[in-house]
């Protein structure tokens, strides 16, 4: 399979897992479910800003999945991440199509940087649009729990999209909005989303999820051809074991003997 016949392929997928956000029958933004038995996330403004949700007053959320099929949701605010602009909504829906999350550690951050991710949403602010795929970079991971990207988000209806990062095939961000500046011999906006960081925390169950979550994700890659991350992480468990042997004078000839997994030896 090419590479583009394989991005069209993690596209769909994705594409398929995206939903449409509505308040009162007003779309507001884009999620994407995480879990089979219904749970998705977006952007917690495209909710928060427009209902009492401290004082317990929520207005009806509904998810559009496709053209005129909707289901109400409810805001889980115990796991969700009002102040990292994560909202967690709960639907009565069963998904066949849901993503794998992933943190980004303080250590990958210099090595991901100008890495590709790619952005699905409903960037206009129509319900009736289609929807869109916006390919593009990380510029910079920020102290503040953001990723800011470029040539990704394209307007304000994208708020709660997916970042999805090719090279370690997750999920690593939620699109949260285009920040724009006005000062001279700067650039014209960055755009953002936020890490998952504070949303593993509020929901520490969600880890056990995500990697449940995870094993699903990489069959489908796998069936795509793809190197999945979990065949990357075993391999690593996998070494190569040399050793030195000593043949009709010849010294110092290492000869690979075969592959064995490394044990964790306790003395």
Known sequence: ????????????????????????????????????????????HCIGEKADIKEGFVERIQIELVPEKFFDAQLDYVKSAPDNDIAVLKVNYSSEHYLPLSLISTEETDRYRDSRVVALGYPAGRRYESIGIYSGEITRFSDDNKIEINKVVKGTGQSGSVLY?????????????VVEIDKPNEVTHIELAVRF????????????????????????????????????????????????????????????????DTLNIND
Request: charged share 20%; net charge negative; no cysteine.
């Open 1 to 44: 399979m090419t590479e583009d016949k394989l991005k069209q392929s993690i596209h769909q997928e994705i594409e398929r897992a995206t939903v449409k956000i509505l308040l009162n029958s007003i779309f507001m933004g884009t999620g994407f479910f995480i879990t089979p038995d219904g749970y998705v996330l977006t952007a917690f």
């Open 197 to 260: 960081e504070s949303l593993f925390k509020t929901w520490p169950e969600l880890q056990k999820i995500t990697d449940d979550v995870a094993k699903d994700w990489d069959k489908y890659l796998e069936q795509l051809g793809v190197t999945t991350p979990s065949e990357k992480v075993q391999n690593q468990g996998v070494a190569n074991v040399t050793q030195t042997v000593h043949n009709h004078g010849e010294t110092n000839k290492q000869v690979i003997i075969g592959h064995v």
């Open 165 to 177: 990062h090719y090279e370690t095939q997750r999920v690593i961000g939620v699109v949260v909005e």
